[in-house]
């Protein structure tokens, strides 16, 4: 009479390996994902937020103004076939894609390697510094409360507008698009190269060995 066997798809009792330890990250070549390529990951996402406030600055002193006018009942475009309102928003769009054109250019420059952090640091940083650029050049930018601005300066006396984005999620894509296109093209085209696989050995040819005596 023999014992039954454990089943297939369960642990022999007591066995100390099991459960099997999960499976670690990978990244795209199938490495694994290191400690230190988060924290470079992250670092770059830092880096990038805070330079957002560069690119608001940049946006705040080069957007073309909207100038607005009152004759004491209602608030008007000065020049209502002026492009500056559209302006504001190529403005932003370019030094969005001139920023992040940087990063991935930086990134890449200091780590040839890659990886899914520093791409994911770029992406998330460009989105956040675009949220904080947005955010200092309208606070800092002309007054948004323009009914009280028209009543300040009086009638027919020219004011800005607040600096406004009407294409704001294009305008906050951006950048990460920017950073994360021209990071992974450097990457593919001058990165380091995955070893060569060593060629299999050629089969020796059969050699019959002697027939039975």
């Known amino acids: ?110 780590r040839r390697k890659g990886g899914v952090p520093l791409v994911l640091g770029l992406a998330v940083g460009g989105v956040l510094g675009s949220l904080l650029a947005w955010g200092l050049g309208t606070y800092f930018g002309p007054a948004r409360d323009v009914v009280a601005h028209a009543k300040a300066v009086g009638p027919n006396v020219a004011f800005e507008a607040p600096l406004e984005l009407n294409l704001g999620a294009a305008a906050m894509l951006a950048w990460p698009l920017a950073a994360t296109i021209v990071h992974l093209a450097l990457t593919a085209l001058f990165g380091p190269r995955d070893p060569e696989p060593e060629p299999w050995d050629q089969p020796k040819p059969y050699a019959p060995g002697p027939g039975p005596s």
């Open 1 to 110: 009479m023999t014992a039954p066997l454990t089943p297939p798809h369960q642990p022999p009792p007591h066995d100390p390996d099991w459960p099997p330890p999960p499976p670690p990250m990978l990244g795209p070549a199938g490495d694994p994902i290191t400690g230190a390529e988060v924290v470079q990951g992250v670092l770059v996402t830092l880096v990038s937020a805070v330079a957002g406030a560069l690119l608001g600055v940049l946006w705040l002193n080069l957007a073309p103004r909207v100038l607005l006018i009152s004759d004491g009942e209602g608030v008007y475009l000065r020049n209502s076939e002026g492009e500056a309102a559209i302006g504001s928003d190529g403005t932003f769009v370019l030094l969005a894609l001139a920023f992040g054109a940087v990063a991935g250019l930086v990134v890449f420059l200091l």
